[in-house]
């Protein structure tokens, strides 16, 4: 596409979009709940030319080097067209964020002061080539009151578009502005460039995907970046831990799901149980088929595993990789996650309650856990209902983030004639 | 200054920054308020030297073509000394946000989530010349948690320098690191663009001051910037309105305090009362001394009016000049303060309930007004203590900022063992 036509469409679907968030400020929860309602059951009914569209993204994407991980992520199976159709009627039955009172006070001259939740306006929202994470995010955003612009993985292209045309009928059925939910119309990667720059008109980007490229849309953006990086995640044992318990906390965290963002990355043990609970532990994580790259005493214990590098501290593998070293306390433990660690998750094993209470005060990430896996930051699993994806800034929502974590608040003060004195 | 030795200089700020924050985020609350206290008394104490420092730079200020209002905001009053020493005291008396539990809950599989205050970290805070900021600022961001670096305006750098030394000195008293507020040594304007490049030890910039300076730091920063560039605050005058209320509304929002962001700027009258409550209220706001600038309705009834530009809809006068304008009804109003206001404070007076809702519905600003005062969009006014500034932003906090809006927060997760199934 020329690049003034690149530009004139980019303007119209911000354009578009703002429009439709001014709407969506005063549409009612039932119109919303409708919506997503009707949209599940839409999905579940046009399951066929859904799975005929993602059938045409598959077929394309073997013939390229796409891994395998990825293609099965493209793939809608009728399981994940029923758990699409699910997920959007858990998010009509959370409690709507916006109009909610989340403060209601009256000052000491009779002056009321509330403060509601309302949209943050319109969030332009990337990803990767996982089709159900359009029905996802447009649920969610819409939800919220924000209009959204979804660019989701080239190679998802026909899926997201079948699913995109039910969105958007679905809205005018609802009575909602269609342009609530809008799917850039082009796969030119300077439409990106260009949107990222119209901070007059979409308030939030939020990338969801590889490094790289939310490294690029971090530094081009113009609006707030709702994001995280890595999630290079932590598991510290302690000496006074429950060595079996620790045991099914790292294998859960390292092998349940291991291409996730809060699986578990790297170990850290303690130099007094190090001796016992490795040799131990590396049995179980070799039937699992993980990989170990340690220190040198870990090494020492484990002949199998090879030397780690700072590279290999500093990795978030993704797979079946572990990297391990032994410490010689919490203050090294806590010097190691500060200098490699993400802020994402971090979790310590212990029976100690001053550890575990020194470790959640000094760890400074967006979840810091006790004696569970790091798996459970997620969404879902804290009880948000949902996420839309974790961030790691401090600056908004920290952490999983909801229906309410896309969203801001206003003061609303009334009076009867109060003025200052 | 040479630019290797302002660079050095900067880093040298901002690290020293970093490793206060460090150790502020395990302070305890006694600590944090025994400094407020120690710094209220020793403020009151060493007044004469803070009162000498502030006349050099006060004597200097006439010596240049400083506004009157200016040079009394660069004045150090008793007053003034006793208002910086209780403001300490207050903000003493607040609860500490940091380590505050804002939410607990167990869940099914017995995993306890909370979600507990932690600061922000590193706070670069840019004020105009009114040297009580510097205490102010210093004591809520510390409080807060947060290491402060301070660039107050050039004219008050002597006052700064005298407060800011009590401060420090009170702060390794007790036992605080005496980096966790620290002032910009030099004048060099260029330091300012070296420290808003460096987002890996600057958690937030908050520029407070004029229009041009803010959108300067907004274009420059790195990191997130809290800010409002400007209050132009409507009050709607409703058909339906108590003309008398109105009146002392608008007197109160245009008069009490005219050079500030809440201040009215622009008056909206619906048609239908225009001609029995604009010459009743431009009476009062002659005796006043406030100049009127009105639409050609309003021109028409009050003879000494002036015609008002689209200029003057969208400025922040800043003193006694009101733009006016005549509507039709709510829906003209709502247009107007969209096309013109900044989203920071609008007002409605209205007995009507339907015609308040509706206006607080549809009005996108951090503080809408139902029958009182703009001048209530304020920290101290709605209950938070103290503020560092209004926000009009969406993302993060919204409206005026106190201790709790200089923080984030951190999930915990604990439990007993829990894996992901």
């Given amino acids: 596409m020329l690049e003034p036509e690149l530009q004139n469409l980019c303007e119209t679907l911000a354009t578009q979009a ?22 599940a059951e ?10 005929a569209a993602n059938d045409t993204d598959v077929s394309a994407a073997r013939r390229t080097d796409m891994s395998a991980a990825n293609i099965d992520r493209l793939t809608l199976t009728p399981a994940r067209l029923r758990a699409m159709a699910e997920g959007l009627r858990q998010v009509a039955a959370l409690p709507d964020p916006i109009g909610e009172i ?5 000052r000491p001259n009779g002056l009321r002061v509330q403060k509601i939740g309302v949209p943050l306006g319109v969030i332009f929202f990337l990803y ?24 989701g993985g080239k190679e998802a292209t026909h899926s997201n ?32 460039g260009l949107l990222l720059k119209m901070d007059d008109r979409i308030d939030l980007v939020i990338p969801r995907g590889g490094e790289s490229l939310i490294r690029r849309v971090a530094a081009e953006a113009t609006m ?62 070799r039937t699992a088929g993980v990989e170990i790259r340690g220190c040198p005493q870990t090494v020492e214990r484990i002949p199998e595993a090879t030397l780690a590098t700072d590279a290999d501290y500093a990795a978030e593998f993704l797979g079946l990789i572990l990297s391990v070293k032994v410490v010689t306390g919490l203050p090294e433990a806590l010097e190691h996650i500060r200098r490699f660690g ?16 020194e470790f959640v005060a000094k760890v400074d990430s967006a979840a810091v ?14 009880g948000l209902g949902a996420e839309i994806g974790i961030s790691t800034d401090k600056f908004h929502a920290r952490g999983p983030c909801g229906l309410r974590e896309l969203t801001s608040y206003k003061y609303i003060l009334t009076g009867n004639g109060q003025i200052r004195v």
Same sequence: chains 1, 2.
């Fill in 224 to 285: 707030p970046v709702l994001k995280h990086y890595q999630g290079n995640c932590h598991v510290y044992v302690d000496e006074r831990a429950d060595l079996s318990m620790a045991e099914r906390i790292i294998l859960n965290g390292k092998c349940q799901r291991p291409g996730v963002c809060n699986a578990t990355e790297s170990l850290l043990v303690h130099a007094a149980i190090a001796g016992e609970f490795l040799p131990k532990l590396v049995a179980s994580l």
């Fill in 369 to 382: 856990v006790v004696n569970a896996s790091t798996r459970f930051n997620d969404g879902f699993e804290i």
């Fill in 102 to 106: 989340r403060e209601d006070a009256v």
């Fill in 161 to 192: 578009r079948a699913l995109h045309a039910i969105l958007q009928r679905e809205l005018a059925t609802a009575g909602l502005p269609t342009d609530a939910v809008q799917l850039v119309p082009t796969l030119d990667r300077a439409a990106v």
């Fill in 42 to 51: 839409a999905i579940e009914r046009q399951r066929d030319p859904i799975r």
């Fill in 128 to 151: 990767e080539s996982r089709p159900n994470v359009t029905v996802d995010a447009g649920g969610l955003c819409v939800k919220a009151g924000n209009a959204v612009i979804l660019r």
């Fill in 18 to 39: 703002q429009t439709a968030s001014r709407a969506l400020v005063t549409a009612s929860t039932q119109q919303k709940d409708a919506w997503l309602l009707a949209s």
């Fill in 342 to 357: 993400s802020k994402h998750t971090d979790a310590i094993v212990t029976a100690d309650a001053a550890t575990a209470r």
